[in-house]
């Protein structure tokens, strides 16, 4: 995993990742949670005051599917599309598994929030696996939670 | 949602980033890059898009400039989700980098950003 800094440059900050996918923030900016699919691990990393992450934790094994995206809500929850899964895993931030929201799809890859309140809950599929027209088919669901918004990116770039 | 303009995704197989609105009346933003597996709005009126490299585009398609390319020499093949994070106190002088992510495989074909 590597960070770009806001002058363009780039290093490495964790180590030892299979499959590397979805990452956000807790609502504190001080735990980053990431995706390591190959291993079914939802791991998580504390962010120190020097821009490093700390030692790589498990944060959560997904036990239907593998982890693909993730976004965090403003609870802390942690919500992980989960492909073979058929949908949604939702994580409380003790990593304890909250529940699962479902797509007529077995390929989910993807989560995000939006809308103005930040509380509906878009949910991405692949065709992989699906001879459903249905298949590569963007979801969406309110929920009860606001999402995390996203900073904008401000890296500098020069042509 | 981004500044209004809808929800964005892109098109890992076929290429281009597109925008949903509510709706359902699809846009194009971008209509040739392929192989986009992760998306971050970027302040500079574009999105940062990863891939075979790291790169920031104009929006309206335009300018494509490259923020960062692959190295398979140091094992670097391509880059997959990306995000960014806040000007937080403990963070200090760094506000808003782009964290991006060694590619080692094939997600789906469709990512929000």
């Given at each position: 995993?590597?960070?770009?800094?806001?002058?363009?440059?780039?290093?490495?900050?964790?180590?030892?990742?299979?499959?590397?996918?979805?990452?956000?923030?807790s609502p504190d900016g001080?735990?980053?949670?990431?995706?390591?699919?190959?291993?079914?691990?939802?791991?998580?990393?504390?962010?120190?005051?020097?821009?490093?992450?700390?030692?790589?934790?498990?944060?959560?094994?997904?036990?239907?599917?593998?982890?693909?995206?993730?976004?965090?809500?403003?609870?802390?929850?942690?919500?992980?599309?989960?492909?073979?899964?058929?949908?949604?895993?939702?994580?409380?931030?003790?990593?304890?598994?909250?529940?699962?929201?479902?797509?007529?799809?077995?390929?989910?890859?993807?989560?995000?929030?939006?809308?103005?309140?930040?509380?509906?809950?878009?949910?991405?599929?692949?065709?992989?696996?699906?001879?459903?027209?249905?298949?590569?088919?963007?979801?969406?669901?309110?929920?009860?939670?606001?999402?995390?918004?996203?900073?904008?990116?401000?890296?500098?770039?020069?042509? | 949602?981004?500044?209004?303009?809808?929800?964005?995704?892109?098109?890992?197989?076929?290429?281009?980033?597109?925008?949903?609105?509510?709706?359902?009346?699809?846009?194009?933003?971008?209509?040739?890059?392929?192989?986009?597996?992760?998306?971050?709005?970027?302040?500079?009126?574009?999105?940062?898009?990863?891939?075979?490299?790291?790169?920031?585009?104009?929006?309206?398609?335009?300018?494509?400039?490259?923020?960062?390319?692959?190295?398979?020499?140091?094992?670097?093949?391509?880059?997959?989700?990306?995000?960014?994070?806040?000007?937080?106190?403990?963070?200090?002088?760094?506000?808003v980098p782009v964290l991006f992510l060694?590619?080692?495989?094939?997600?789906?074909?469709?990512?929000?950003?």
């Amino acid at each position: 995993m590597y960070l770009i800094e806001l002058d363009g440059s780039a290093r490495k900050v964790a180590f030892d990742i299979q499959l590397t996918n979805g990452l956000a923030f807790s609502p504190d900016g001080r735990t980053l949670y990431h995706s390591d699919s190959a291993r079914d691990h939802i791991n998580c990393y504390s962010v120190t005051a020097d821009d490093s992450l700390g030692e790589k934790q498990l944060f959560a094994e997904t036990e239907i599917g593998s982890p693909d995206g993730l976004v965090v809500s403003e609870d802390g929850r942690v919500w992980v599309a989960l492909p073979g899964g058929s949908g949604v895993g939702v994580y409380h931030p003790n990593g304890r598994f909250d529940q699962l929201i479902e797509i007529p799809e077995p390929m989910c890859t993807s989560v995000c929030f939006g809308g103005d309140d930040l509380k509906d809950l878009y949910i991405v599929s692949g065709s992989r696996g699906s001879e459903s027209d249905r298949a590569g088919a963007v979801y969406v669901q309110r929920v009860d939670v606001a999402g995390l918004a996203v900073p904008l990116a401000r890296v500098s770039v020069s042509a | 949602m981004a500044g209004g303009a809808g929800l964005l995704y892109s098109d890992v197989l076929n290429g281009g980033v597109f925008s949903v609105d509510r709706q359902g009346n699809v846009t194009t933003v971008f209509a040739y890059r392929k192989g986009i597996r992760g998306m971050s709005v970027d302040k500079n009126a574009g999105l940062i898009v990863s891939g075979r490299n790291i790169s920031w585009k104009s929006v309206p398609e335009g300018e494509t400039i490259t923020v960062l390319e692959k190295n398979e020499v140091t094992g670097l093949i391509g880059f997959n989700d990306i995000t960014t994070d806040e000007a937080v106190a403990f963070m200090q002088a760094l506000c808003v980098p782009v964290l991006f992510l060694k590619m080692a495989g094939n997600p789906g074909p469709a990512t929000c950003t």
